[in-house]
């Protein structure tokens, strides 16, 4: 496979935030008029299809917000997906490979539960993930961001994010990662700069318990999780967005601990909201706001996406940044 076989969209002049989604999809989601009734039949009052995967979500979002970005992921010409993200023109490059990008299915209950069937992705071979890992380090020059984001397609090893990584060290770019499992384990074995993990996540990538953190932080019992990801602040020197759904999200950083809750909303889909999370907080660091901002902006992107159907990426006017409450953890009253 050659170079040339790689297939872009118009490329922004100057880049700030370049993503990676090595397992992207397109997303379908129905949006039903009654609860999910397991082996029953259902009609949806809506279907929708969008371009997706992790690292593109957070394009999308990056692009709503005005800021240069642009997705690399594997695809071949004429795949639905390219179709799709030239519908949105959202720049990107893709590797092109021989199958079909997968889809993943989505079924959006009336009261915002959502039910999601991932296909596993189209495999790659040792040579077409060494080629794209040299793809996301040749296009990253230049760029303040890059952010690895989702499950790795099969054929992919579980150390492939730590590879990427070790190759950017000497472009002066941060990376932020996004995954589960053994790809965050691995991950977490030298520095990054963000990781943004939910409560059983850290405690994958930390050999803590995952239920008990889980049932901890449900009960609101915060200090397992601020246990676990103080030993990653440790470990990588990366600060921690731990996204908690309707609960909010804390920041861990070397500078402090902050929690954040949401403002109210009416949920449709909570798939896509830590993709957003992600984004907002990814918008706030480029424009030089402090961390508790950065967290305020991550949580209001969050609940953006969660009032959206589907996968849509909120706009910066559909923010309730008022609404997201802050707290410094080692007491200071709430930052409004």
Not at 244 to 272: D, H, K, N
Not at 284 to 309: C, I, N
Request: hydrophobic letters at 40%; proline letters at 8%; a negative charge.
């Amino acid at each position: 496979m050659s170079e040339r076989d790689d297939m872009t969209s118009p490329v922004p002049a100057a880049l700030t935030i370049l993503t990676v989604t090595a397992n992207p999809s397109l997303d379908r989601t129905l949006e039903l008029t009654a609860p999910l009734t397991r082996g029953g039949v259902q009609r949806a009052q809506a279907v929708r299809a969008e371009p997706g995967g992790k690292g593109v979500n957070v394009s999308r979002v990056v692009a709503e917000a005005g800021i240069s970005t642009r997705a690399i992921l594997p695809a071949r010409g004429g795949d639905p997906l390219l179709t799709a993200l030239d519908d949105v023109a959202l720049p990107y490059l893709a590797f092109a490979i021989e199958g079909e990008v997968r889809s993943n299915i989505t079924v959006a209950d009336p009261d915002g539960t959502t039910t999601k069937i991932n296909a596993p992705g189209h495999a790659l071979d040792a040579t077409q993930a060494d080629r794209l890992a040299e793809l996301v380090v040749e296009n990253a020059r230049g760029a303040c961001w890059v952010a690895l984001c989702g499950s790795l397609p099969p054929g992919l090893p579980d150390t492939w994010y730590r590879t990427v990584i070790d190759g950017l060290v000497d472009l002066g770019c941060r990376v932020a990662v996004d995954t589960s499992g053994a790809p965050l384990a691995a991950t977490v074995s030298g520095r990054v700069d963000l990781l943004k993990p939910n409560d059983e996540e850290l405690a994958e990538a930390t050999g803590a318990d995952p239920a008990r953190l889980v049932a901890a932080t449900a009960r609101g019992d915060y200090e397992p999780l601020i246990a676990a990801a103080r030993t990653l602040v440790d470990q990588t020197g990366a600060a921690i967005l731990a996204t908690l759904g309707a609960s909010g999200a804390m920041l861990i950083s070397a500078s402090g601990i902050w929690f954040a809750t949401p403002p109210p909303i009416v949920p449709r889909s909570t798939v896509g909201a830590g993709d957003s999370a992600l984004a907002g907080y990814l918008i706030a660091e480029t424009r030089g706001d402090d961390e508790p901002d950065r967290l305020r902006t991550a949580v209001a992107y969050g609940s953006a996406a969660t009032a959206l159907a589907g996968t849509q990426p909120p706009s910066p006017d559909s923010l309730d940044l008022d609404g997201v409450e802050i707290t410094e953890l080692s007491g200071a009253a709430p930052r409004r």
